[in-house]
Nanobody, 113 residues
Framework: QLQASGGGLVQPGGSLRLSCAASGSILKINVMGWYRQAPGKQRGLVAIVSSGGATTYADSVKGRFTISRDNAKNTVYLQMNSLKPEDTAVYSC?????????WGQGTLVTVSS
């Protein structure tokens, strides 16, 4: 019910935009967000956005990443700029809806020259 897209290979300093669309019988969505898991590390929060547009970012991505959402499309975006090799990870979207939380499948982002 969550379809993520936009991952790929990018050079350091480059940009990517991830998208995650919720579909199906999902009712009201409250919070939408992105997490990531780098090789050999635990999954951690990247950014979240509330239904009202309030945002929270991990310190490591502040000033470089921007999370946004389109409530009409039940879609959350992650604009990633000034990418660094340490941003390499599998990025997964997560939503908190009235029925509970949902995870989307991951999309791989590789930052390498």
């Amino acid at each position: 019910q969550l379809q993520a897209s936009g991952g790929g290979l990018v050079q350091p300093g480059g940009s990517l935009r991830l998208s995650c669309a919720a579909s199906g019988s999902i009712l009201k969505i409250n919070v939408m967000g992105w997490y990531r898991q780098a090789p050999g590390k635990q999954r951690g929060l990247v950014a979240i956005v509330s239904s009202g547009g309030a945002t929270t970012y991990a310190d490591s991505v502040k000033g470089r990443f921007t999370i946004s959402r389109d409530n009409a499309k039940n879609t959350v975006y992650l604009q990633m700029n000034s990418l660094k090799p340490e941003d390499t990870a599998v990025y997964s979207c997560r939503i908190w809806a009235t029925q509970g939380p949902y995870w989307g499948q991951g999309t791989l982002v590789t930052v390498s020259s």
